[in-house]
Each structure stands twice: as C-alpha cells, then as structure tokens.
C-alpha cells in the first residue's frame, strides 16, 4: 500500500489550494483518511480527516477554510485550502488507516509530505 499526494505550491495571503492523495496497491477497505501538516521547527498536527461514512473532523485554525472531502474513488482524498493565511506554511502530509485483508489489523499509512508555503 502506497499514498501519493499531489497538489501544493507557493500561493499570496487570501488564495487557494487544492490537494488530492490516493491510496494505491491492494487493500480490503480503508476506516479513514485525512491531512497532517508539519510546520518548520515544530510538531505533525492533524488538519483534518474523513471517515468512510463521511464524517469529517478539523483542527479549529481550519474550521471554515479548509474542506475535507473523498474522491469520485473511496481511496481518494481531497483537501480544499481557501482564505490561505501564512502560518498555513507546512509539509502537508497524507494519511490513511487501512486494511490489507479481512483478518488484518488496521495500520496507518502516509504520503510523501507536499510543501505549501502562503507568502504575505
């Protein structure tokens, strides 16, 4: 199981960006997937996630601005990132709590971090 992310770039205070990540390779079912960012010097933060059902949780520096969805595929996630302010600045990374069988346990995969820097 991989996730490969794409999507992110250097954007003005106030714009937007959009990033996509999907979950590739064999797998019986994923419970949910979302976005961690990672700003310099500092910890992994969640920024929001999906569940399969659709439920979706966001860090309150996000609510309102960001946008969590599942793709037209259920191994894809997408995050909407409007009203971009510079303490946005961060690695971006993918997440996913997957399943490799039926009998399997879930783990937590991730994606290569995608850079997104908001310039003021």
């Known amino acids: 199981v991989q996730l490969q992310a794409s999507g992110g770039g250097l954007v003005q205070l106030g714009g937007s960006l959009r990033l996509s990540c999907g979950v590739e390779?064999?797998?019986?079912?994923?419970?949910?997937m979302g976005w961690y960012r990672q700003p310099p010097g500092k910890q992994r933060e969640l920024v929001a996630s999906?569940?399969?059902?659709?439920?979706?949780n966001y860090a309150e520096s996000v609510k309102g601005r960001f946008f969590v969805s599942k793709g037209v595929s259920v191994n894809i996630v997408n995050l909407q990132m409007d009203n971009l302010k510079p303490e946005d600045t961060a690695a971006y990374y993918c997440?996913?709590?997957?399943?490799?069988?039926?009998?399997?346990?879930?783990?937590?995969?991730w994606g290569q971090g995608t850079q997104v820097t908001v310039s003021s």
């Open positions: 997440n996913a709590e997957v399943r490799v069988g039926d009998k399997a346990f879930p783990e937590d995969y």
């Open positions: 390779g064999n797998f019986f079912s994923i419970n949910h």
């Open positions: 999906i569940t399969s059902d659709g439920v979706t």
